[in-house]
């Protein structure tokens, strides 16, 4: 009996990687970004999921992660077999009249959000089929033609209802998901429904509603969209607290679902159990704006000093004189390099900031949240064989929609 208790003791997992050890890690690949023309960047995703992998324990023995940059570099050429046709149809819709444009592009749309779909789906397949524990590899099965069709419907379903089956759709695609789950030779199971997520949806949804109707329906009686008049900041201030609790409430639900349904994964005896709290998402969002703000304002500096050498006549007591400033730019190598390499520095930036805050706050929210319990269950799962299929990770990376 103590020993079956003793199985029975939630495992917690631990993440023991620093946002300094990041940090490097990032400015070192955005460093090579430039002079191998972003090819580095496959390099880079590669060095980052080995750095959450690695840092990642589950009772003492971290993550695996197996990939390399040469199936991230193929998978990416594969999908621009898709990508060079859309171009083509682009192209070809710019030269047709508006309305003909509209349809076209309303179509393409269309297709671009079921590829999105497909591509998170084998997007995760690449990543699971690369992840090991304990030497045991995890992969997904099902279709991820399947998966996309399902997003699709659901989507259709999202707009006709304004987002009110929202709940059904989120437990469906998480049931999806991980019922095609697998470590070694168990399939992951899933207790979540939509019953879980309803009652904090509805009331998320509610309240962002009312706070959001309101906040513009007094802003609107203020006049602080009457573009002939001066609005004053007082006039927007309803707008604002409207949007703050509507944020609030977005950030209230999310945590419920990942709470939820995270918790709601078997593998198994094993079960997981994942805490997230509002109010750390809120910390996590707030940390990364100061970062955001603090390393723009310090490229702007930046970029006031060197234009104000390269361009100095632009620049009169403070003041930007845009006409000569465009002239510079025209008649000046200098200038014009000084200008694209600090638009190239915004984006940096951003993404710098969104991958330290972010991406690596969320990671160690649900790492630092998670416990396992009935882990001496999974003593007696056998290796099964490694999915070596590279499809769908390239198409998740140009639609942008890839994880980690």
């Known amino acids: 009996m103590v020993e079956a208790n003793q199985q029975q003791e ?46 990642t324990e589950i009772d003492g023995d971290a993550l695996e992660y197996t990939g390399n940059a040469m199936q991230l570099l193929l998978g990416f050429l594969m999908a621009l077999a898709v990508f060079v046709p859309l171009y083509g149809v682009f192209f070809y819709l710019s030269t047709q009249s508006l309305e003909t444009a509209l349809t076209g592009y309303s179509l393409v749309a269309a297709l671009i959000w079921f590829l999105m779909g497909y591509a998170i789906y084998r997007a995760r397949d690449f990543r699971l089929s690369r992840t090991l524990w304990r030497g045991i590899r995890c992969d997904q099965t099902g279709s991820a033609w399947s998966y996309a069709l399902r997003r699709f419907g659901w989507s259709l379903l999202m707009l006709a209802s304004a987002g009110l089956v929202y709940p059904f759709m989120a437990a469906n695609l998480w049931t999806y998901r991980y019922r095609h789950s697998w470590y070694g030779d168990r399939r992951f199971g899933f207790t979540g429904n939509w019953k879980q997520l309803a009652g904090p949806f509805y009331l998320s949804y509610a309240v962002a509603t009312v706070a959001g109707g309101a906040g513009l329906g007094m802003a609107v009686g203020n006049g602080a969209f009457i573009f002939a008049s001066s609005p004053d900041f007082q006039d927007f201030l309803p707008l604002l607290i409207g949007g703050a609790v509507t944020g609030l409430a977005i950030l209230f639900y999310q945590s419920r679902e990942l709470t939820r349904m995270f918790s709601a994964v078997r593998l198994g005896g094993a079960a997981l159990s994942v805490t997230i709290r509002m109010r750390s998402l809120l910390g996590m969002y707030v940390q990364f704006g100061i970062g955001l703000v603090s390393s723009y304002v310090a490229l702007a500096i930046g970029g006031v000093v060197v234009l104000g050498v390269v361009a100095s006549g632009a620049f009169v007591n403070g003041e930007i004189d845009l006409a000569l400033l465009m002239r510079h730019m025209q008649g000046s190598v200098m200038t014009l390099l000084a200008i694209v390499f600090g638009y190239l520095l915004l984006l940096g930036a951003f ?15 649900v790492a630092g949240g998670a416990s396992i319990t009935g882990l001496d269950s999974l003593r007696d799962v056998r290796a099964r064989a490694e999915d070596k299929a590279i499809a769908g990770e390239g198409l998740a990376d140009a639609l942008n929609v890839g994880g980690y």
């Open 351 to 365: 993404s710098f900031s969104a991958e330290l805050f972010l991406g690596l706050g969320f990671w160690k929210l």
């Open 10 to 55: 939630p495992v917690p997992a631990v993440f023991t990687g620093t946002r300094r050890e990041l940090a490097w890690l990032l400015l070192g690949g955005y460093l090579l970004l430039v002079p191998t023309i972003g090819l580095y960047r496959f390099w880079l995703t590669t060095w980052k999921r080995r750095f959450y992998w690695a840092n």
